[in-house]
T-cell receptor, first 111, second 114 residues
Framework: RKEVEQDPGPFNVPEGATVAFNCTYS??????FFWYRQDCRKEPKLLMS???SGNEDGRFTAQLNRASQYISLLIRDSKLSDSATYLC????????????FGGGTRVLVKP | EADIYQTPRYLVIGTGKKITLECSQT?????MYWYQQDPGMELHLIHY???????EKGDLSSESTVSRIRTEHFPLTLESARPSHTSQYLC?????????????FGDGTRLSIL
């Protein structure tokens, strides 16, 4: 089993719709969680950190479920420019000494 | 936003050549990383550094080597390039604790070995 798993998608989303997807992690001692966005043939860019109480940044909402060991990302009012691969990033290990990237979830927003 | 620079952006070169991919950051970050990513595939950590004179191998075995003589500079070297080294190489840096700070990426070097 991979340490960080994501549904690769693609999620085909009509413009203006809401899309949500999860990322599961295997190590219950993980402390830090992030969502990155990666456009085709570009470098990953930090989208948002994920806090224990959940957090929102504009149209993006991130949630953490420690009991079930997953984080989620919800995108409201999807824009064409939201089309990208969304990478889940988790620190693995009690000492917080390693960041592991998931394989990414591809989102395609269509008019 | 972190300022992290990679050169060259693209490199097409013949088999057997020695290659050095440059990575520099101006944020004073202690932690630096090298990832390898094939098109449409996952990122794989190949090297990382906690600070000057510290280098460690990552999850994915790589024939490349790295050095960290200065805080801002983390070059990656391939002594004898082969077609199997064709990939995108991404450099990243972070401040503070390893697991608690996000990593900031350079634009990447797209390497093609003929």
């Amino acid at each position: 089993r991979k340490e960080v798993e994501q549904d690769p998608g693609p999620f085909n989303v009509p413009e203006g719709a809401t899309v949500a997807f999860n990322c599961t992690y295997s190590n219950s001692a993980s402390q830090s969680f992030f969502w990155y966005r990666q456009d085709c043939r570009k470098e990953p860019k930090l989208l948002m950190s994920v806090y224990s109480s959940g957090n929102e940044d504009g149209r993006f909402t991130a949630q953490l479920n420690r009991a079930s060991q997953y984080i989620s990302l919800l995108i409201r009012d999807s824009k064409l420019s939201d089309s990208a691969t969304y990478l889940c990033v988790v620190n693995i290990g009690a000492a917080g000494n390693k960041l592991t990237f998931g394989g990414g979830t591809r989102v395609l927003v269509k008019p | 936003e972190a300022d992290i620079y990679q050169t060259p952006r693209y490199l097409v070169i013949g088999t057997g050549k020695k290659i050095t991919l440059e990575c520099s950051q101006t944020m004073g970050h202690d932690k630096m990383y090298w990832y390898q990513q094939d098109p449409g595939m996952e990122l794989h950590l190949i090297h990382y550094s906690y600070g000057v004179n510290s280098t460690e191998k990552g999850d994915l075995s790589s024939e490349s080597t790295v050095s960290r003589i200065r805080t801002e500079h983390f070059p990656l070297t391939l002594e004898s390039a082969r077609p199997s080294h064709t990939s995108q190489y991404l450099c990243a840096s972070s401040e503070g604790g390893w697991g608690n700070q996000p990593q900031h990426f350079g634009d990447g070097t797209r390497l093609s070995i003929l």
